[in-house]
């Protein structure tokens, strides 16, 4: 009953590195979303995208950008990352009025 | 913009007690409504939707919340606590004109249960 994969559940990086996480959804769907969460602020929108290779910023992009090369994966990457990047990151899908979530990766950055 | 107001960031109740956790969205037309729960360690889990059916929405685990468009609520009640509730639990929203645009989340409310 897998729905939606994210491609690590706990990642440690160190200042600086460039980190990818991968998000795989096998219900083809059209819509993928990356939100960051953190205590006391909830979900927070960093981008998303509604067709392979098309992307739009959500509310917090800074320091972010996504690849969506095929339907069924979208990328997250931090080109640099900082401390301040230390946050739970979940990616999600959605189709007509329904949205699936995939476990989340909890991102350590050193 | 679309927004939503979870009241209180940390609710405690008893176990066999009510559990009502608060919601209120800002929107210009009724919306798509949402509540989620989180246990720890875990992405989030639907607990149940409102996409303009009926205004009590039954969901999983003995919840139930109520779309009340005059006071634009939609708070999540379940009549008998039990331990295993404890958890996070997000409200959020979304624009029923675009079907499958992202969600806004409240900043949730912990429920914490005591024996």
């Known amino acids: 009953d897998v729905k939606v994969t994210q491609s690590s559940r706990y990642l440690v990086k160190r200042t600086g590195e460039k980190v990818f996480l991968e998000c795989v959804q096998d219900?083809?769907?059209?819509?993928m979303f990356w939100y960051r969460q953190d205590p006391g602020l909830g979900l927070r929108l960093i981008y998303f995208?509604?067709?392979?290779?098309?992307?739009e910023k959500g509310d917090i992009p800074e320091g972010y950008s996504v690849s969506r090369e095929k339907k069924e994966r979208f990328s997250l990457i931090l080109e640099s990352a900082s401390t301040n990047q230390t946050s739970m990151y979940l990616c999600?899908?959605?189709?007509?009025?329904?949205?699936?979530f995939g476990p989340g990766t909890r991102l350590t950055v050193t | 913009a679309q927004s939503v107001t979870q009241l209180g960031s940390h609710v405690s109740v008893s176990e066999g007690a009510l559990v009502l956790l608060r919601c209120n969205y800002s929107?210009?037309?009724?919306?798509?409504l949402f509540w989620y729960v989180q246990y720890p360690n875990q992405g989030l889990q639907l607990l149940l939707k409102y996409t303009s059916a009926a205004t009590l929405v039954k969901g999983i685990n003995g919840f139930e919340a109520e779309f009340k468009k005059s006071e634009t609520s939609f708070h999540l009640t379940k009549p008998s606590a039990h331990m295993s509730d404890a958890a996070e639990y997000f409200c959020a929203v979304s624009d029923r004109n675009q079907a499958g645009t992202a969600l806004i989340f409240g900043k949730g409310t912990t429920l914490s249960v005591s024996s």
């Open positions: 995208s509604y067709d392979v290779k098309m992307k």
């Open positions: 999600a899908s959605t189709g007509w009025r329904e949205c699936h």
């Open positions: 929107s210009s037309v009724p919306p798509y």
């Open positions: 219900m083809d769907h059209e819509n």
